[in-house]
């Protein structure tokens, strides 16, 4: 089974920062990874899938990068709204297995 | 526009059988591979089952394998999971997910989850 490790596994972060989550998966999956957004007591929103194309309706300032093994997550300019859990997800492969998810705090 | 709404969700003892139901609209469900997804409490995602459209197609995480049976109904534009054999460890809330429109097996709409308590 292909593992994915995302890090850091908590971020702290003020509004208005760019922020960074990394997802790397433990063999190659091409462009083949999904991320998505869980607010607390919700359940988990696509914002993107292969790897930098965003979900319709979701905002601009979600984007996303990377192939192969390491992938990043950006958002741009920090929002209150933002507070969440991110998760990476690859389906290259049978098992399509998520990382352990990255939680986002504000400042 | 699309709706998935689960149900079936409870408390059970360890070895005891529960079905969860996950109720479709606003899309023609047939088209879609439809998936279970599971959170342990504070916990990540963990993908479960699929299910083809046809329901030809069916796929188990090995945690699961043997204990849950997941089905469909089309003209019901309903999905199902058996879980038998319950442990505690089965604990969890359980979404359905949809597979992408564009067919890869990423999840484009989920339901709002049940919750399933495994516990003497």
């Known amino acids: 089974d292909i593992q994915m490790t995302q890090s850091p596994s908590t971020l702290s972060a003020s509004v208005g920062d760019r922020v960074t989550i990394t997802c790397r998966a433990s063999?190659?999956?091409?462009?083949?990874l999904a991320w998505y957004q869980q607010k607390p007591g919700k359940a988990p929103k696509l914002l993107i899938y292969?790897?930098?194309i965003l979900e319709s309706g979701v905002t601009s300032r979600f984007s996303g990068s990377g192939s192969g093994t390491e992938f990043t997550l950006t958002i741009s300019s920090l929002q209150p709204d933002d507070l969440a859990t991110y998760y990476c997800?690859?389906?290259?492969?049978?098992?399509?297995?998520f990382g352990q998810g990255t939680k986002l705090q504000i400042k | 526009q699309v709706q998935l709404v689960e149900s079936g969700g409870g408390l059970v003892k360890p070895g005891g059988s529960l079905r969860l139901s996950c109720a479709a609209s606003?899309?023609?469900?047939?088209?879609?591979?439809i998936n279970w997804i599971r959170q342990a409490p504070g916990k990540g995602l963990e993908w479960v089952s699929y299910i083809s459209g046809s329901g030809n197609s069916i796929f188990y995480a090995a945690s699961v394998r043997g204990r849950f049976t997941i089905s469909r109904d089309n003209a019901k534009n309903s999905l199902y999971l058996q879980m038998n054999s319950l442990r505690a460890e089965d604990t969890a809330v359980y979404y359905c997910?949809?597979?992408?429109?564009?067919?890869?097996?990423?999840?484009?709409?989920w339901g709002q989850g049940t919750l399933v308590t495994v516990s003497s």
């Open positions: 997800q690859q389906y290259d492969s049978y098992l399509y297995t």
């Open positions: 606003g899309f023609t469900f047939s088209d879609y591979y």
């Open positions: 063999q190659s999956i091409s462009s083949w």
């Open positions: 292969k790897a930098s």
């Open positions: 997910a949809r597979d992408s429109h564009s067919g890869y097996h990423y999840y484009d709409f």
